[in-house]
C-alpha cells in the first residue's frame, strides 16, 4: 500500500525544496520516507537519522558524519555542512525532527538558502514553520468496512499489513468468513495505526482476532512487545504516545484530556463551550487546538466549507488517563451533557422549517459524543432527568436519522433509571414507544403508551397525551385496526395544532393519511396529503413532506395511476438525496417496484426489492413492522431476492435512493413528451380533473402560470383540451 502518498510525495518534491511529512506517532512516516528515499533518482541522496541525538547542540556533528566530511577544519561541524553541501546537488533526508524542531528548523533553513541544488524531505509530529514548506499530512492505512465483502476487506492497506505482519509469525493466519467481523472491527479501532496494526499482530501468535478485540479497552498494556530491532518508543503503544506529551505545554496537555470525551469528530464551536473553563480559558482553546494540530495530536478533517476536529482512539485512550488524573472528568463531562441538551433543544425548536438537513446532520456527526454524554449521565444521579430529556429530544435523530437500535437501547435504559420526574418520565415512554413501533414491537409499545397515559391523565398534560393518542393511532396502524387509528389521529392533531406543535401534526397527518389510503379511502387521503404538502412547502419543511408524497404514490398506486405514482415516488426520493431516512426510501423503493412489477419489467423490479432490502437491513427493521396491509402487498408482489449473491446490490442508503431515481428518471419508449418538470407536476392533476386555481393552489404558483403551462402540455401531447388529458392518459397507462 501507499503508492499513492509515496507518488503524491515525489510530486512535492519536484515542486518545492522542503517538504514535511507529518502525521501521530506510529502512523509510518519514517517508512514512507524510506520508500520516497529509495526511489529518488535526481543527486545524491542521505539519509540522517535524527533519534540518535537528544540535543540540538548534536545536530551538526550528526550531519557531518551522515554525509562523511572530514574534520579537518576549524570551522564548526554546520559550517562544514554548509561548504560541502554548496556545491552538492542532492536531497537530505531528515527522519524523526520533532524532538529537535527549533535547532532543525534553524539548520534547514540557513542549508536551503546557500545550498541552491540541495532538497529536504522531514518527517517530523509539526511542521518546521519554513517559508516555503509543502507539507504533506499522512492519513492512516485505508480501513476496511464492515458492509465489504470478504474480498474487499482484504484488499483494504491495514488488513494487508495485518496478514503480512502475523504471517511472519503464524504462517497459516488468514481473513475468512468466520473472522472477518472481528478483523474490521480490530483494523477500525486501531485506526489504521501501522505501528498499533504491528504491536497487534505480534499478540495473535497466542491470541485470536476476537479475543485480542475484546482486550482493546487496555490497549497500552497489550500492544507491547514490538520487534526489538526498533527505537525504544516503538516496542510499546505506551512509550510512543508519553513521547508526545513530553513535548505539550501545560495548556495542551489540558485540552488533550478534556478532548477525550469526544469519541469521534467535534467542531471548534462545541470544544471551546465544553472545554474552555478553569485553567483554560475559551478564547485560548483555539491557539491550544492549532498546537494539538501542529502536533499531530488532532486530525482535521475538512468537508467543503465545514471543519470538524477529532483524535485517534490511542491518543484519545491516553487523553482520558490524562483527564481522569486532573480530576476535571465530571466537570467536562457534565459540560458536554448540557452543550447537547443546549444544542438539541434548539434544533426541535426549529424541526418544522427549512433546517431540517443541518439537525440530522448535526445528530448524526456528533452521534457518539451524544450517546457518551448519556452514558455518563445515567451514572449520575442528579442528571437523570437531563439524560431523560435528552433522548426524548433526540427522537427525530432515532426515527427520520435512522438510528433505532441506539434510540430503543438508550431509551430503555433511561426508563430503568430511579427519580424520574413524571414529566420526562411520561415522554420518554411515548419516545420509545415510537421507536418500538417502526421496529415492529407492537406489544412493547402498547405498554410503554399504557404507562404513558397514564402519566398524561395524572398530570392534566393534553400534550403528553396527544402523543400518547398520535402513537396508539400508529399501533392501530400497523395492526391493520384503520378506524380506531383514523379517530386517534384526528383528536391528536387538533391538539398538536392547538399547541403550534406543526411538525409532530403533519407526522400525525401523513400517517393519517395512510390509514385512510389502506381503508380505500383514496380520496380523503389524496386531500390529507394535500393539506401536509402543502403546509410542508409554506415552511420549508421537507421531511413530513416526503411521507407525504410516499403516501400519495401508495394512493396514486392502489388506484392503478402508475404515472402519477411514480411521480409523486420520484420526488420523495429526490428529498432523500438530502435527508437519507432509510424509512421513507425503503417505503418509496418498494412502491417503485410494484410499479415496475405491474408493467412487466422484471429485471427492475428485482433491482428495487433488492435496494429495498438493504436499507432495510441497515436500519434494522422491515416492511411487516407497517402492519398486514403492506405486508400483503409486499409478500404478493415483490419478488425474492438474494442480498449475499447479489454483486449489484447497493451498498449504502444513498446509493439505494440513487437506483429508485434511475429508474423513476428513465425515459420508456412513448412516453417522452418532452415535458418540463414543472409540467410533470401538472399534468397528473390535470389527469385528476383539477381546474387551473385548485392546481395553483397545490403547487403555491399563480393561476397566470398554470394557464400557460397547461397550454404547453396540451400542445406537446397532440391534444386539443384539457377535457382530453384523462383518456389520453388511459391510453398510454395501459400494460
Not at 470 to 497: D, Q, S, T
Not at 566 to 579: K, M, S, V, Y
Not at 642 to 668: C, F, H
Amino acid at each position: 500500500g501507499r503508492e499513492d502518498d509515496i507518488d503524491a510525495v515525489l510530486r512535492r518534491l519536484d515542486d518545492g525544496r522542503l517538504v514535511t511529512l507529518t502525521g501521530c506517532g506510529g502512523i509510518g512516516k519514517t517508512t514512507l520516507a524510506g520508500e520516497v528515499f529509495r526511489r529518488i533518482d535526481e543527486g545524491p541522496t542521505a539519509w540522517v537519522d535524527l533519534s540518535l541525538v537528544s540535543d540540538g547542540a548534536e545536530l551538526g556533528p550528526l550531519l557531518a558524519r551522515t554525509l562523511n566530511i572530514a574534520e579537518q577544519s576549524t570551522r564548526s561541524p554546520a559550517e562544514q555542512v554548509e561548504r560541502y553541501l554548496r556545491t552538492r546537488p542532492g536531497t537530505l533526508v531528515m527522519d524523526n525532527c520533532e524532538h529537535l524542531i527549533e535547532a532543525v528548523t534553524d539548520l534547514t533553513g540557513r542549508l536551503l538558502d546557500v545550498c541552491p541544488g540541495l532538497r529536504v524531505l522531514a518527517t517530523s509530529t509539526q511542521p518546521l514553520g519554513l517559508p516555503d514548506e509543502l507539507i504533506y499530512d499522512l492519513p492512516p492505512l485505508d480501513l476496511p468496512r464492515s458492509t465489504q465483502r470478504l474480498d474487499e476487506v482484504r484488499q483494504s492497506e491495514c488488513v494487508r499489513l495485518l496478514i503480512q505482519r502475523v504471517r511472519q509469525i503464524v504462517p497459516e493466519f488468514d481473513v475468512t468468513e468466520a473472522n472477518r467481523a472481528d478483523v474490521v472491527e480490530l483494523c477500525q479501532r486501531l485506526d489504521g495505526l501501522p505501528l498499533a496494526i504491528e504491536l497487534a499482530a505480534t499478540r495473535l501468535r497466542v491470541l485470536s482476532v476476537a479475543q485480542l478485540v475484546d482486550r482493546l479497552d487496555q490497549r497500552f498494556g497489550v500492544l507491547t512487545g514490538g520487534s526489538r530491532r526498533a527505537p525504544k518508543r516503538h516496542q510499546t503503544l505506551r512509550a510512543l504516545v508519553e513521547g508526545s506529551l513530553e513535548r505539550c505545554s501545560p495548556e495542551e496537555r489540558l485540552l488533550w484530556g478534556r478532548l477525550s470525551v469526544f469519541p469521534g469528530s467535534f467542531r471548534l464551536e462545541t470544544a471551546e463551550q465544553v472545554c474552555g473553563f478553569g485553567g483554560l480559558a475559551r478564547d485560548r482553546v483555539l491557539d491550544v487546538l492549532t498546537g494539538l494540530v501542529a502536533r499531530s495530536l488532532v486530525v482535521v478533517d475538512r468537508a467543503g466549507d465545514h471543519t470538524r476536529y477529532r483524535q485517534l482512539a490511542t491518543i484519545r485512550d491516553y487523553g482520558a488517563e490524562l483527564l481522569t488524573a486532573s480530576g476535571e472528568g465530571a466537570e467536562t463531562r457534565s459540560r458536554l451533557l448540557r452543550h447537547y441538551l443546549t444544542v438539541t433543544r434548539q434544533l426541535v425548536r426549529g424541526w418544522c422549517g427549512p433546517d431540517q438537513g443541518l439537525a440530522l446532520a448535526t445528530w448524526r456527526h456528533d452521534h457518539a459524543a451524544m450517546l457518551g454524554a448519556v452514558a455518563w449521565a445515567v451514572g449520575q444521579p442528579q442528571h437523570h432527568d437531563e439524560a431523560a430529556e435528552l433522548v426524548t429530544l433526540l427522537r427525530y435523530h432515532w426515527i427520520a436519522g435512522g438510528q433505532l437500535s441506539d434510540g430503543r437501547r438508550w431509551l430503555d435504559r433511561v426508563l430503568e433509571l430511579t427519580g424520574l420526574s413524571p414529566v420526562r418520565h411520561g415522554n420518554t415512554l411515548a419516545a420509545v414507544a415510537w421507536v418500538a413501533l417502526i421496529q415492529g414491537d407492537r406489544t412493547a409499545a402498547r405498554e410503554y403508551l399504557r404507562q404513558a397515559e397514564t402519566i398524561a391523565v395524572q398530570l392534566e398534560d393534553s400534550l403528553l397525551k396527544a402523543y400518547v393518542d398520535a402513537w396508539m393511532g400508529l399501533g392501530h396502524l400497523f395492526a391493520g385496526e384503520l378506524p380506531a387509528a383514523i379517530a386517534r389521529y384526528a383528536r391528536a392533531i387538533a391538539v398538536f395544532e392547538q399547541n403550534a406543535e406543526l411538525g409532530t401534526a403533519l407526522t400525525a397527518r401523513f400517517q393519517l393519511a395512510m390509514a385512510q389510503t389502506l381503508a380505500g379511502d383514496h380520496a380523503v387521503a389524496l386531500e390529507s396529503c394535500a393539506t401536509g404538502i402543502e403546509i410542508s412547502r409554506r415552511h420549508g419543511e421537507l421531511w413530513n413532506r416526503a411521507y407525504s408524497l410516499w403516501v400519495r404514490s401508495l394512493c396514486h398506486w392502489q388506484e392503478n395511476r402508475v404515472e402519477e405514482a411514480e411521480l409523486a415516488a420520484r420526488e420523495a426520493l429526490e428529498i432523500q438525496t438530502t435527508f437519507e431516512d432509510g424509512i421513507c426510501v425503503a417505503l418509496e423503493l418498494l412502491v417503485l417496484c410494484w410499479i415496475a412489477v405491474r408493467r412487466g419489467e422484471d429485471d427492475w423490479s428485482r433491482r428495487l426489492a433488492l435496494a429495498s432490502d438493504v436499507v432495510w437491513g441497515l436500519i434494522g427493521t422491515d416492511v411487516h413492522a407497517f402492519g398486514p396491509n403492506l405486508t400483503s402487498s409486499h409478500e404478493r408482489l415483490t419478488p425474492p431476492t438474494d442480498m449475499e449473491s447479489a454483486s449489484d446490490r447497493p451498498r449504502t442508503k444513498a446509493e439505494a435512493v440513487a437506483e429508485g431515481l434511475a429508474y423513476a428518471s428513465q425515459k420508456r419508449p412513448g412516453t417522452d413528451w418532452g415535458l418540463t418538470k414543472r409540467e410533470e407536476e401538472i399534468l397528473p392533476l390535470l389527469v385528476l380533473g383539477r381546474s387551473n386555481k385548485a392546481i395553483a393552489d397545490e403547487l403555491v404558483i399563480s393561476i397566470r402560470t398554470v394557464e400557460g403551462h397547461v397550454r404547453n402540455i396540451l400542445a406537446k401531447l397532440g391534444l386539443a383540451t384539457r377535457a382530453e388529458v384523462p383518456a389520453w392518459h388511459a391510453r398510454t397507462t395501459r400494460h
